[in-house]
């Protein structure tokens, strides 16, 4: 068993989002389209979604403040739908090519948070695995059909 979690991490984290990156560039830029589990947002609201968490991935790990939305990440009482919302409605007029710089931009943030984790967060089950796991590569498959590299690694790891 590899004692380098972070390494371990960033290379799952890599590997889903090549995924992602090539469904993505698939899309040649054009975000309007509806994916099929969810009829209320197109593809440029899903995607910024995934940029969202990521940068609430980073936040959880790092104490990254988000660039925009840090005031409705601080509202109490919390409420992740109304977070959600309220976001969309930001970014629901902005550009496919600013959806597309935020989601790469997000990964960046991540990455650098992930790298500057210690190792024992990093491991599956520690707070920075978690926060991937739900928040950032672990969430891909909730909104694309992507392989959930996480469930599969958390049910390799000896009980």
Same mark, same amino acid.
């Not at 609201?45 to 936040?59: G, K, N, S, T, Y």
């Not at 790092?62 to 919302?85: H, I, K, Q, V, Y």
């Not at 491991?123 to 909104?143: L, R, V």
């Given at each position: 068993m590899s004692t380098d979690h972070r390494n371990g991490l960033l290379e799952l984290m890599r590997s889903?989002?090549?995924e992602l990156d090539a469904l993505v560039a698939g899309l040649d830029?054009?975000?309007?389209?509806?994916?099929?589990?969810n009829p209320n947002w197109r593809m440029h609201d899903v995607l910024f979604h995934i940029a969202l968490w990521e940068r609430m991935a980073a936040r959880k790990i790092a104490g990254?403040?988000?660039?925009?939305?840090?005031?409705?990440a601080n509202r109490e009482p919390w409420d992740m739908d109304a977070f959600n919302n309220a976001m969309q409605a930001r970014w629901r007029d902005r550009s496919?090519?600013?959806?597309?710089?935020?989601?790469?931009?997000?990964? $960046?943030?991540?990455? $650098?948070?992930?790298?500057?984790?210690?190792?024992?967060?990093?491991?599956?089950g520690g707070s920075a695995w978690t926060a991937i796991a739900e928040d950032s590569a672990g969430h891909y498959p909730a909104h694309f059909p992507l392989t959930d590299l996480f469930a599969e690694d958390l049910n390799q790891q000896p009980d």
């Amino acid at each position: 068993m590899s004692t380098d979690h972070r390494n371990g991490l960033l290379e799952l984290m890599r590997s889903v989002r090549a995924e992602l990156d090539a469904l993505v560039a698939g899309l040649d830029g054009k975000l309007d389209a509806i994916p099929g589990n969810n009829p209320n947002w197109r593809m440029h609201d899903v995607l910024f979604h995934i940029a969202l968490w990521e940068r609430m991935a980073a936040r959880k790990i790092a104490g990254t403040p988000l660039p925009d939305g840090e005031d409705l990440a601080n509202r109490e009482p919390w409420d992740m739908d109304a977070f959600n919302n309220a976001m969309q409605a930001r970014w629901r007029d902005r550009s496919a090519g600013d959806v597309l710089t935020e989601l790469a931009a997000a990964h $960046t943030a991540l990455v $650098t948070a992930v790298e500057g984790a210690d190792d024992e967060e990093c491991a599956p089950g520690g707070s920075a695995w978690t926060a991937i796991a739900e928040d950032s590569a672990g969430h891909y498959p909730a909104h694309f059909p992507l392989t959930d590299l996480f469930a599969e690694d958390l049910n390799q790891q000896p009980d």
